[in-house]
T-cell receptor, first 113, second 112 residues
């Protein structure tokens, strides 16, 4: 079982809907990440939070809005998504020491109708 | 812009054989080089990682070889098993900011 929990596992939404993806970890990690992964492609970094502050935004469209309410939780708010946003969204966490690996959740499979 | 180039795209190996996957990078600011294994429907899981001050690291059947001057690193899977059939990604970490970039992936199939 993964130590990073993502909910929901699957999500289908229309282009006008607003939904949120959630990620939770209890390993005491202070860096948390969102990645997007299309089929048969590598994960692409979207956002990085360090000590609950957004430290990296890889030029992600504003229809994706991240939030880190506390050190254990990471959300990704979705609004007015496009069909090309359909993908697997992965959350990861790590110690923020430059030495430690990332631990990934199993992702949320998102489909935009 | 692809930060790290990975080859081959796919690999078929007989059970008991050695699987070798290669990655190359250009940016000398990268300071951490992990390998991940991903099964369908799952997130990537760390296999093994190396820092540039070490030329080789071995954990069980998995070995990373690192050539700093050539800016290349490779994953060797010894005694490959059908359960090793998965997609493997190399990754690099930029020295500051926790920016990780993944290679394009290698689909490994181990034939019984």
């Amino acid at each position: 079982d993964t130590e990073v929990t993502q909910t929901p596992k699957h999500l289908v939404m229309g282009m006008t809907n607003k939904k949120s993806l959630k990620c939770e970890q209890h390993m005491g990690h202070r860096a948390m990440y969102w990645y997007k992964q299309k089929a048969k492609k590598p994960p692409e970094l979207m956002f990085v939070y360090s000590y609950e502050k957004l430290s990296i935004n890889e030029s992600v469209p504003s229809r994706f809005s991240p939030e880190c309410p506390n050190s254990s939780l990471l959300n990704l708010h979705l609004h007015a998504l496009q069909p090309e946003d359909s993908a697997l969204y992965l959350c990861a966490s790590s110690q923020d020491d430059g030495l430690s690996p990332q631990h990934f959740g199993d992702g949320t499979r998102l489909s935009i109708l | 812009q692809q930060q790290v180039k990975q080859s081959p795209q796919s690999l078929i190996v007989q059970k008991g054989g050695i699987s070798i996957i290669n990655c190359a990078y250009e940016n000398t600011a990268f300071d951490y080089f992990p390998w991940y294994q991903q099964f369908p429907g799952k997130g990537p899981a760390l296999l093994i990682a190396i820092r540039p001050d070490v030329s080789e690291k071995k954990e069980g059947r998995f070995t990373i070889s690192f050539n700093k001057s050539a800016k290349q690193f490779s994953l060797h899977i010894m005694d490959s098993q059908p359960g090793d059939s998965a997609t493997y990604f190399c990754a690099v970490r930029k020295g500051t900011g926790n920016q990780f970039y993944f290679g394009t992936g290698t689909s490994l199939t181990v034939i019984p």
